[in-house]
Antibody, heavy 120, light 111 residues
Framework: QVQLQESGPGLVKPSGTLSLTCAVS?????????WSWVRQPPGKGLEWIGE???????NYNPSLKSRVTISVDKSKNQFSLKLSSVTAADTAVYYC?????????????WGRGTLVTVSS | QSALTQPASVSGSPGQSITISCTGT?????????VSWYQQHPGKAPKLMIY???KRPSGVSNRFSGSKSGNTASLTISGLQAEDEADYYC???????????FGGGTKLTVL
């Protein structure tokens, strides 16, 4: 079955850029699904960051749009997140997730998440 | 401050039923029957429990059900079991500008 695995640095300096990759295994990133990033600050709730389709089309959370870039690499079956100008408020567990088939409104598969700490 | 409002906590005894509410606005919950619910155990990733308001993914117990009235969606868990103790989040589609908004989460305690 399809699995998602996040990877990337666990520590990022303030004002730097957070970069994460989500590897898709057991299935194709070119399926009829959108692929998304969701984050969760320690002890807090979930926040949708943005999503991408294999064609390269993207949607972003308006509150993060100016700092977020999501890209896809079909040759490696993975997609990536870049978040610039990070502060301590960006410290969170970052999840990659798959949206339901031909859907933009529910997440049917999640990665295990990776903690990213913003600190000098 | 989350876009959707959920109670911070609810509790119930084994075998009982509980309902978790998720209140939005006419721009999200009220406009679309596209609310989803997620269960999250400590240290784990969220798990989809209900989508498109009331549909259950394969493998999810029929003790979980979803509904909506006006700007408020609800998740009902019947026949509470110890393993239902977790955090629950709602999420609603909010149109082609905002796209998706989450609730702040509800901690369910099984007494």
């Amino acid at each position: 079955q399809v699995q998602l695995q996040e990877s990337g640095p666990g520590l990022v300096k303030p004002s730097g850029t957070l970069s994460l990759t989500c590897a898709v295994s057991g299935g194709s990133i070119s399926s009829s699904n959108w692929w998304s990033w969701v984050r969760q600050p320690p002890g807090k709730g979930l926040e949708w960051i943005g999503e991408i389709y294999h064609s390269g089309s993207t949607n972003y959370n308006p509150s993060l749009k100016s700092r977020v870039t999501i890209s896809v690499d079909k040759s490696k079956n993975q997609f990536s997140l870049k978040l610039s100008s990070v502060t301590a408020a960006d410290t969170a567990v970052y999840y990659c997730a798959r949206l339901g088939l031909r859907s933009l409104w529910y997440f049917d598969l999640w990665g295990r998440g990776t903690l990213v700490t913003v600190s000098s | 401050q989350s876009a959707l409002t959920q109670p911070a906590s609810v509790s119930g005894s084994p075998g009982q039923s509980i309902t978790i509410s998720c209140t939005g606005t006419s721009s999200d919950v009220g406009s679309y029957n596209l609310v989803s619910w997620y269960q999250q155990h400590p240290g784990k990733a969220p798990k989809l429990m209900i989508y498109e308001g009331s549909k259950r993914p394969s493998g999810v117990s029929n003790r979980f059900s979803g509904s909506k009235s006006g700007n408020t969606a609800s998740l009902t868990i019947s026949g509470l079991q110890a393993e239902d103790e977790a955090d629950y989040y709602c999420c609603s589609y909010a149109g082609s500008s905002t796209f998706k908004v989450f609730g702040g989460g509800t901690k369910l305690t099984v007494l």
